[in-house]
C-alpha cells in the first residue's frame, strides 16, 4: 500500500504522482512525506552558506520511507529513471552513517527550474531519525528562537523582518502545494534577504554568527 500524506492534486503533486506510480509497478510499498522548509531556516542557511533562495537543495523536500533496506537503492534507481538527479550532491549515509546513527539516502533532483531534495529510508532508519539520537527537531526549534533574537540586534527594521516572517510562516502553515503559493513563498525569503544587507539576493556570512548544526 502507498501513503500520501498531506499532498493535495496541485502543480507539485505530479511530483508524487510519478514517484508513487513507479514505486507501485515495481511493487515497493512505501510513504511519501514532503516539507517546505521553514522561514527561520531558510534565512538560517542562507546566512551560514552565503546562497539564494533558489540555490537552496532543500527548500522543498520529500521523504520515501520503505519497509527494507535495500527497497532504499531500488527507489533510488527508480528516481535516477525519472529525474535529472545531480550527481555530486548524491549522499548514502547508509553505508556512511552521521556520527549520531543518522541513516538515509539523499538525493537531488531539478524540476519546475527547482532543485528538490528526496530522502529515501527505511522505517527503521526513519524511527531512529525521527525518535532516537539522530533527532534534533528540538536544536531547530532553539535555533529558529536564537536568530530572531541575533537579527534584533543588528540594524535592520525589526518590525518589518517579523511582519515578513510570520507571513511567510502563515503560507506554510496552508501551504497546499500549488506552483503559485510557491512563488509567493519564495518572494518573501528574497525580499528578506534583500533587506537584511543582501547583495543580489545572497546574504553574507559575517552578518550573522552560526554554531554549525551540521544541516
Not at 527507489?75 to 552513517?97: E, G, R
Request: net charge positive; aromatic share 10%.
Amino acid at each position: 500500500m502507498l501513503i500520501m500524506q498531506g499532498i493535495n492534486t496541485n502543480d507539485l503533486h505530479n511530483i508524487i504522482a510519478a514517484i508513487s506510480t513507479k514505486l507501485y509497478k515495481a511493487n515497493i510499498a512505501a510513504e511519501i512525506h514532503y516539507r517546505l522548509k521553514s522561514p527561520c531556516s531558510v534565512l538560517k542557511k542562507i546566512f551560514k552558506k552565503a546562497t539564494t533562495v533558489k540555490e537552496l537543495k532543500d527548500l522543498i523536500a520529500f521523504r520515501i520511507i520503505v519497509n527494507k533496506k535495500e527497497d532504499c537503492y531500488k527507489v533510488l534507481d527508480i528516481i535516477y529513471n525519472i529525474y535529472s538527479v545531480d550527481v555530486k550532491k548524491f549522499k548514502d549515509y547508509i553505508t556512511n552513517p552521521k556520527d549520531n546513527g543518522y541513516r538515509s539516502l539523499h538525493v537531488i533532483i531539478n524540476i519546475y527550474k527547482r532543485n528538490i531534495e528526496i530522502q529515501i529510508r527505511s522505517r527503521e532508519m526513519h524511527n531512529i531519525a525521527e525518535f532516537g539520537t539522530a533527532n534534533h527537531d528540538e536544536y531547530k526549534k532553539t535555533q529558529e528562537t536564537r536568530l530572531r533574537k541575533l537579527l534584533s540586534n543588528y540594524r535592520f527594521n525589526t518590525a518589518y523582518i517579523n511582519i515578513n516572517i510570520n507571513n511567510a510562516y502563515n503560507i506554510l502553515s496552508r501551504f497546499n502545494w500549488t506552483m503559485s503559493q510557491l512563488l509567493a513563498y519564495e518572494q518573501i525569503l528574497e525580499n528578506l534577504c534583500h533587506h537584511l544587507d543582501c547583495r543580489n539576493g545572497t546574504c553574507e556570512k559575517r552578518k550573522v554568527d552560526y554554531p554549525s548544526d551540521g544541516f
